[in-house]
């Protein structure tokens, strides 16, 4: 398996992650929803899938971001700020042995949105 990182968010957040990764080498993966297409941070990724159903909930679908890691054959999961981690569950199934997760761990996150 090839070094590659999917990026699980969207807009600048995903372009500066992708970027890095692109520094040190990494092959990058975007997911992406229906209407973020076009957008900037998916052009420059070196692969973009698509995620299904509400552009406003695909990014925080664990079963979808971890298929499409698995469909691309990326070895690590950066899940954003927030995305994949805000949603119940996803920091036990983004930590599964095949993945490595990059970014921000689910603690910090919590902590975030109990304070707003």
């Known amino acids: 398996m090839s070094?590659?990182?999917l990026v699980a968010n969207w807009g600048d957040i995903a372009r500066r992650?992708?970027?890095?990764?692109?520094?040190l080498g990494i092959r990058t993966v975007a997911v992406h929803s229906?209407?973020?297409?076009?957008?900037?941070?998916?052009?420059?990724?070196?692969?973009?899938?698509?995620?299904?159903?509400?552009?406003?909930?695909?990014?925080r679908d664990p079963r979808q971001v971890l298929d499409?890691?698995?469909?691309?054959?990326?070895?690590?999961?950066?899940?954003?700020?927030?995305?994949?981690?805000?949603?119940?569950?996803?920091?036990?199934?983004?930590?599964?042995?095949?993945w490595c997760g990059v970014g921000p761990s689910a603690e910090p996150i919590f902590v975030m949105d109990a304070t707003r």
């Open 3 to 5: 070094e590659s990182l």
């Open 17 to 23: 992650v992708i970027r890095a990764a692109r520094e």
């Open 34 to 59: 229906s209407v973020d297409a076009e957008l900037p941070f998916v052009a420059k990724a070196d692969e973009a899938v698509e995620l299904s159903g509400n552009p406003g909930q695909a990014y």
């Open 68 to 98: 499409a890691a698995r469909r691309t054959g990326a070895a690590a999961v950066h899940p954003g700020y927030g995305f994949c981690l805000r949603t119940p569950g996803p920091p036990q199934r983004c930590a599964m042995p095949a």
